[in-house]
């Protein structure tokens, strides 16, 4: 082969081997991102300890139909895995065996042409190799992998599911699985997760808590049938606190089982984890934002007096699927004059939304990542005097909530800041008598992560860099409340999806207008849409 013919085949053959990275990675993010992920959760994990994940459960909706699949985001992240019936372990320390040294396994289904040819493509056990682990097996031979589970000083687990169905054809469906690890592990029946938490806490509590401990169990036992049946738990709040200060083995003298699992590390580790995104994360939660606002801008050029709800929202996720997005990263909320009081309102079935004002919340799922992004807006295209006043209040409170979420500040800052524009505004519209009352009309927090989840794991202290919160406070006033009625069905939230950066922050949800001048602005703007007329089907 000449130098040319020899240069040319190379490219090609690059060419070839860069598009078949780019199939793996296309949903969007790299191989080295999840094993990062195994990395980081590995390093926090006690020394002799194995993390074990399941996939999410698939979910039967009647008959033979089922919900769309999806996978589970601890899950997910840990593997970029997106099919069911799967299971991971990720040891702390390398094992070995003939093979050699490996500190990671996932199980998964394996390729089968039959189901394939019906439900469509299956990655098998080669296509998980592909996504970086070394160890991938059929997930039919893990009831056969003997390790001695015992020989862990913890094992680190998520609850297990309850109302898994078992697929009765398939012996080792995420039922079957679930079962055979319980088996494996030595996991009793009747152990339960909640109450072993607070064994954990009285075996480990510092003298000078016990008291406060004592009576944080007085107080969940009320609430709790299985703390208030427990016996230990029970002579725990009973016992004399000076008498257990003294006792040097709790656990013979207080009969304190003896587990090696553990339902909290887990859920902690990956919380401190996902509360942080990477620059890869950003891109794809940057994207899943500029769809959704897109989405707002071109409702509210096409919403007219007279359409539903359930129009309103098909026109946000019609803009969704035209940039890609599957589906909405949590039910849509779309509700119109009462409706826009009811804070999960996710029925969206009002059909003549008139002149109202109609609260829209509602996220595009990008590749796994999801906005979360609302607007309230005039169907009319223009805000009554009395909805103006209560826009800007809502508007301010976001401005100073926004002006605080920076690193370094708290949630409960940006809580208290938003909290006390919305008590001014109200008090001076005599709609609030008492500054106390408040939550009557400001009922909910006001700041939460975005990620793979809507409502992302965090730990809820202080802002870092790299986190993405929103800053989402809202006014309802529903009918019969206490006010002039005027102010009745005035329900408004403004919610945006904001970026902490190193010096400030940067509000991603920017595209959709917010200020209420841009929006009746924007709402006198013509829409593709405004010619899009369907034949009639009732006469
Ligand atoms: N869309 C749910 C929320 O705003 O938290
Ligand atoms: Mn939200
Ligand atoms: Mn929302």
């Not at 009319?380 to 508007?395: A, N, P, R």
């Amino acid at each position: 082969m000449n130098n040319k013919r020899f240069y040319k085949v190379l490219i090609f053959f690059s060419f070839v081997l860069i598009m078949s990275i780019n199939a793996q990675e296309k949903y969007g993010i790299s191989n080295d991102f999840h094993s990062n992920n195994r990395n980081n959760l590995r390093d926090q994990m006690p020394e002799n300890s194995i993390s074990i994940l399941f996939s999410s459960p698939t979910r039967k909706r009647s008959n033979d139909v089922y919900y769309h699949y999806h996978p589970d985001p601890n899950y997910y992240y840990l593997t970029g895995w997106r099919e069911p019936h799967s299971i991971l372990l990720i040891f702390k320390n390398y094992m070995r065996d003939s093979l050699g040294n490996y500190n990671e396994i996932l199980f998964v289904r394996d390729k089968d042409p039959y189901d394939e040819k019906w439900n469509g493509k299956r990655m098998g056990v080669k296509g998980a190799k592909k996504l970086g682990f070394d160890r991938v097996f059929d997930k039919n031979t893990f009831s056969a992998m003997n390790f001695n589970f015992k020989s862990f000083d913890k094992i680190l687990l998520n609850k297990f599911l309850t109302d898994v169905e078992d697929i009765i054809s398939d012996e080792s469906d995420l039922f079957d699985l679930q079962i055979q690890l319980k088996s494996k592990i030595n996991f009793q029946n009747e152990f339960n997760p909640e109450v072993f938490k607070w064994y954990n806490l009285i075996l480990n509590v510092s003298d000078d808590e016990i008291d406060k401990l004592k009576n944080q169990l007085l107080f969940y036992s009320k609430r709790n049938k299985y703390l208030s049946n427990d016996k230990i738990i029970q002579n725990f709040i009973s016992i004399n606190t000076d008498e257990f200060k003294k006792e040097t083995n709790r656990k013979k003298n207080y009969f304190i089982p003896d587990f090696n699992f553990d339902f909290e590390l887990l859920k902690k580790f990956l919380t401190n984890q996902r509360e942080i995104k990477t620059e890869e994360e950003i891109e794809l939660i940057r994207t899943a934002v500029k769809i959704s606002s897109i989405g707002q801008y071109e409702v509210m050029k096409a919403a007219k007096p007279g359409m539903s709800e359930r129009e309103i929202q098909g026109l946000h996720q019609y803009i969704y699927k035209r940039y890609g997005s599957a589906h909405e990263g949590y039910p849509s909320i779309v509700g119109a004059g009462e409706n826009s009081c009811v804070l999960h309102y996710i029925s969206n079935d009002k059909t003549d939304i008139k002149n109202q004002l109609i609260l829209m919340d509602l996220g595009a799922e990008y590749r796994g990542y999801t906005a979360d992004v609302t607007r309230t807006i005039p169907v009319s295209g223009k805000f009554t005097f009395e909805q103006k006043q209560i826009y800007e209040i809502v508007y301010d409170a976001q401005e100073a909530g926004i002006e605080i979420a920076k690193k370094g500040n708290s949630f409960s800052q940006i809580y208290q800041a938003t909290k006390k524009v919305a008590i001014e505004g109200l008090m001076n519209l005599g709609i609030l008598k008492k500054p106390e009352d408040i939550r009557t009309y400001f009922p909910h927090g006001v700041a939460h992560h975005i990620g793979l989840d809507v409502h992302d794991p965090g730990n809820y202290g202080l802002l870092s860099e790299n986190m993405v919160i929103t800053v989402e406070p809202g006014i309802y006033i529903p009918e019969g409340s206490d006010c002039d009625p005027k102010w009745w069905s005035i329900g408004i939230r403004i919610e945006d999806d904001i970026l902490i950066t190193e010096d400030g922050n940067e509000n991603l949800s920017k595209y959709a207008p917010r200020e209420l001048n841009l929006i009746e602005k924007t709402m006198k703007l013509d829409s593709a849409l405004d010619n899009f007329i369907l034949p009639k089907i009732k006469n």
